[in-house]
């Protein structure tokens, strides 16, 4: 539970009240490797933080491909945030891609604790600041503007992840096919 604080307060620095309470909300909870955590369709119940292992963020299109949107590693929040915000079903799935340690906390109890505990709603607030408008804002465009080779090499830099993932959740991300990924990394030759 200390990174899980120790990350909080990098957003905002709680109290130790504030810290006491939060964590009278949330257990650990493990996953094995390809073990859906939230399944699209459902209602997004829970808050989770990832203390160990690899999480996808992903959809399946018309045709039945699955569309990763994000990854998630160690000291990262996830969730399906849209899903709880609207209280409706979410569009996404999150899945383990290796065997996971996740801290789970329920959004409706987290919710309340925002109401009463000042510190946490800074938190949540430059939380959702940071993560939702200026880390998305660039995603969004590059899915728009850069090539899937420019976007590969963008992942490619991010050794401590690229590593971590299969083919096939690349060529996802990417929104290509393997063969076309196939294709890049000759071009590229790395």
């Not at 569309?67 to 590693?73: A, L, P, Q, S, V």
């Not at 065997?99 to 987290?110: C, H, Q, R």
Request: net charge negative; with cysteine.
């Amino acid at each position: 539970m200390e990174d899980f604080l120790k990350q909080i307060n990098l957003y905002y620095p709680i109290s130790d009240e504030t810290s006491q309470a939060l964590l009278g909300i949330c257990r650990v909870k493990k996953f094995k490797k390809n073990e859906l955590i939230l399944q699209a369709g459902d209602l997004a119940l829970y808050y989770y933080f990832v203390q160990k292992g690899l999480l996808g963020y992903y959809t399946i299109d018309e045709n039945g491909d699955t569309i990763y949107k994000i990854f998630f590693e160690e000291n990262n929040f996830v969730a399906s945030t849209a899903a709880i915000i609207e209280d409706k079903p979410s569009n996404f799935n999150i899945i383990a891609l290796e065997d996971v340690e996740l801290i789970v906390y329920p959004a409706n109890a987290f919710r309340e604790l925002v109401k009463k505990h000042h510190d946490l709603a800074l938190f949540h607030i430059n939380y959702l600041e940071k993560n939702w408008v200026v880390r998305k804002e660039p995603l969004e465009i590059n899915l728009k503007w850069e090539s899937a080779t420019q976007r590969y090499i963008e992942l490619y830099e991010n050794q401590h992840l690229f590593l971590r993932l299969k083919q096939h959740h690349i060529a996802s991300y990417l929104g290509i096919t393997p063969t076309q990924l196939s294709r890049i990394r000759k071009e590229i030759n790395f």
